[in-house]
């Protein structure tokens, strides 16, 4: 199908509000997406798109999804596996979606990996992660190389350099 097809869309709209009605979830629309727990509520942009529809998937996967206990990678990792799992299908632009936010926090990791929670070597999180480009480190949470997470985040971006 058309990634543009309105019928297709408006279908990938009406699963996330029934998703959302089903858990006893409060959607509401914001640029940015985030989910609290405490109010079962998730802020998410309006589903116009397959990567858009991703995004509000990922939010309901902060509350629904494995591993939301954890670290930051690994609730991230969490709620995008919760994503692909109960979307009514999951594209291309979807998964280059996953990968760039992924990315983004394995970068932070690299910064303040003690604080991100970076998932040992055989955590099931790494199924996930290394759609974004990621590998588990030679020792559990060991810093890679300067050099290392430039690598990673040239495969990220498709083998372009920053800047």
Do not use: F
């Not at 998703?19 to 006893?24: D, R, S």
């Not at 858009?52 to 591993?67: D, N, Q, V």
């Not at 955590?123 to 590998?135: D, F, M, S």
Request: hydrophobic letters at 40%; charged letters at 25%; glycine letters at 10%.
């Amino acid at each position: 199908m058309a990634a543009k097809d309105p019928g297709r869309i408006k279908a990938m709209a009406g699963h996330v509000r029934v998703l959302c009605a089903y858990h006893g979830i409060r959607l509401r629309r914001r640029r940015k997406g985030l989910a609290v727990y405490e109010s079962r509520t998730v802020y998410a942009r309006p589903v116009r798109s397959d990567v858009t529809y991703a995004e509000a998937l990922h939010e309901i996967g902060h509350l629904l999804g494995a591993w939301q206990d954890s670290g930051i990678i690994v609730s991230e990792a969490g709620a995008w596996l919760w994503a692909m799992r109960n979307a009514l299908e999951w594209t291309p632009p979807m998964d280059r979606a996953m990968a760039r936010w992924l990315g983004s926090y394995i970068e932070t990791q690299h910064e303040h990996p003690a604080s991100d929670g970076v998932p040992a070597p055989g955590h099931p999180a790494w199924k996930v992660l290394r759609k974004a480009g990621a590998e588990p480190a030679e020792r559990a949470h060991a810093k890679p190389s300067r050099r290392q997470a430039a690598a990673s985040l040239r495969k990220l971006r498709g083998g372009k350099r920053a800047g």
